[in-house]
């Protein structure tokens, strides 16, 4: 069953699982699950639990619950595809990785794009820095009510996207832009999910596409650096010079879709793709 805010693209019996990040939707993979279904794979986007409503819907809700989203997404998409790959933006990138490590003989290959362990990025404030202290206060019962706020340029280099995005941001309906901040609690749940994620690293087996912006505002090629230490299996960096976090959506998206396409195919053995033409860095 799909949720009102996933989406399913039909394709051949090669599968890709989308997973969005932490407050965001659905909506921030749909470019990128057009790219793929359009080299032929079968895409689904999930909604992560207490996502895409309010504030109390996702306070309501922890890193377990969103897993065990993943985790139903997962076995849904396997009974319509022989191979299943996993994307994940962000948060997402850690859940991708935990179902990668779970299911090292279900998960063929994981897509880590702008992977997010710790909130280092250029544009974070220092007292954001400092959320790494949250998983106490969550345990003390302090600030429930208390949210960082998003700021420009909302992981995007394209100025027109933002524009838009921030628009959709205020507005009511979090199904399209997702919340205008992070609650605390929930960061909190996310740092938890890191430290475990960290953990399970070495347990990753599959080949792992890390794509992460050069200048990401968010989270700093830091992260990148440790998922590529971090796995067992075989991993290749894709760095992208033109994008910020959110490069699912940025102006390096179809370069994105591309050459996770190609790395897929490679993985589950399907005719080599066309190089594509654009300003990345692989190492």
Known sequence: MIRPSEFLLE???????LIHGLTGTPAEMRLLGRGLNRAGYTVLGVQLAGHCGDVDDLLATGWRDWYASVEDAADRLRERVDHLFVGGLSMGALLALKLAADRPRQVAGVGVYGATFRYDGWSIPWTARL???LPWF?????GRGRMFMEAP??????????AQISAA???EDSSVAGLPGNPWHSLADLYLLSAQVRRQLPQVTAPCLVAHASE????????????????SGPSELLRLEDSYHMITIDKQRRLLAERSAQFFDAVAGAPARPAAAASAVAA
């Open 138 to 142: 969550k345990r003390l019962g302090i």
């Open 11 to 17: 394709g051949d019996r090669r599968g890709v699982l």
């Open 153 to 162: 340029p909302y992981g995007l280099r394209d100025e027109r996207l933002r």
């Open 169 to 171: 941001m205020q507005g």
């Open 131 to 133: 959320s790494f202290l």
């Open 216 to 231: 990401d505002d968010v989270a700093s090629l830091r992260n990148a650096e440790l998922v590529l230490r971090g796995v």
